[in-house]
């Protein structure tokens, strides 16, 4: 975990097209399975079942959602072979609606918290990837406390605008802002009422399911900005993707 934080930087979402796992990746090879996971690996990469499906079941109780079925989870050895997008490349890529990862770890936090999320509704992908830095990243990004990073921003206009536009900050400061909102939100509101939050950003399927549903959090006043109608944000159908620094 800790020297995964030290290696990742995001990037701009990729859009993964949805659809359920027929078969698995060419050469990849099924190596073990969990309640929720289909791991895959190649060659001599290792998955770690255990720990990845520990992890999920915790976090799914911490934001009271139930995960079902299995998706696949997929080692990979270079970062390269992660990002499905040409000239992208990413150590995690997560299908929010299959609930598939592609990795370089196998045992990869934040993107597995991607997969509890996608359960639950999707805000954008500021509440997204706030989630899984603030839950899967333990609240720190390359090893410094999101809380840190953030508050040199705070100031900073374009920051504030981050919530309605993911991409607009470059990677190194949108996701310890982002980390450092929703941990503010969760420390604030409790756990159940974020993921309340992200529940009340389901898709739309009926206008009577819309007056159903509870406004959680109405008015949001955090460290860096309000967050005025997040719903409305640009929903990301992500995958979010994680990349080692540049070199
Ligand atoms: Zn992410």
Redesign the pocket.
Known sequence: MKSLVRTTL?VAGMLVAGGLEASPLPGFHLAAQSENFLFYTRDSRKVDAGRSQRFLAGTARLLEVQVQGKAAYYVHEHAEEVASTPGVYGS?V?DLKTGEINAVSAYHR??IV?RVAGALGDPGRFF??GL??ALGDEGRWNGVEVDKLAARVRRDAKARGVIEDFSRLEPNTA?PVAGSFVGFLIRTYGARRVSDFFRDCRPVTSLAEVASRPRTIPVVRGPVSSAPRPCNARRSR?A???LPPPT
């Open positions: 995001t995690g997560t934040h993107e991607h997204q990837e899984a830095v996701y992500l979010s993707s994680t």
